[in-house]
């Protein structure tokens, strides 16, 4: 069944067909207990079908341990967007509205292989020395969220230590309670630094570069 209308359909190929190098989508998905799952394995077929350089790899999250291991699945619907390597790329949720755009473009950087970021943000990504795990929460309307989510694919592919996951926050409520989300886009920073909102590229690269700097910090001893 398709998921996309027709005007859409041919938009996406005509999008889709700049494609450099193929893109395979690791998708993770069950049968029980995931409302959405259904809807967006169907989605992801629906996609493959517009360009003979994607394929979908579909496993199940119960079932199949030892890629979910692989890949760090945590929760589901859980999609990797991955071609030459795996860039840790990640989206969770059903990619809906505002959704879909990041998706397409992470799909079209992947397959260039390029994040598209400034040479200024990729020197101050050289200075990461530890793995960075990014979750920006977001919501199929909101006209922000986007700008965020591609910001923080674009580090991933970037850079060999980031893992970002953009995350339909509807769907995953124990993390907005975990995160004290009040509105979207929210980016957290291993769990445990934060940036509300959307901000321009220096801004964003910067505040993720100094959460991570500030939390390796020692605490001073108490006198």
């Known amino acids: 069944m398709a998921t996309f209308s027709d005007p859409d359909r041919k938009r996406i190929q005509e999008l889709l067909a700049v494609m450099e190098k193929p893109v395979r989508l690791i998708h993770f998905t069950q049968t029980f207990e995931c409302e959405l799952c259904q809807e967006t394995r169907a989605l992801f077929e629906d996609l493959v079908r517009l360009s003979d350089k994607l394929s979908l790899e ?4 119960q079932l199949d341990k030892e890629k979910v291991a692989q890949y760090r699945i945590d929760k589901v619907p859980a999609t990797v967007v991955e071609s030459a390597k795996d860039y840790g790329v990640r989206l969770y949720g059903f990619p809906a509205g505002y959704e879909v755009v990041v998706l397409l473009e992470a799909i079209l950087r992947v397959s260039h292989g390029e994040s598209g970021l400034s040479s200024e943000s990729i020197e101050k990504l050289k200075n990461l020395k530890s793995p960075l795990h990014i979750e920006v929460l977001v919501t199929p309307t909101c006209p922000h969220c986007p700008a965020a989510a591609r910001l923080a694919h674009q580090l991933a592919i970037e ?3 980031i893992t970002a996951d953009m995350v339909e926050a509807t ?3 124990d993390l907005v309670q975990r995160y004290a989300v009040r509105g979207v886009p929210k980016t957290v920073i291993n769990g445990t630094s934060f940036i509300e909102g959307s901000l321009p590229e220096s801004e964003y690269v910067d505040q993720i570069v ?3 700097a500030a939390a ?3 605490v001073a001893a108490e006198q």
């Open 216 to 218: 390796k910090e020692p």
């Open 58 to 61: 579909t496993y199940n999250f």
């Open 171 to 173: 769907e995953f409520p």
């Open 159 to 161: 850079s060999d230590l």
């Open 210 to 212: 100094s959460s991570v």
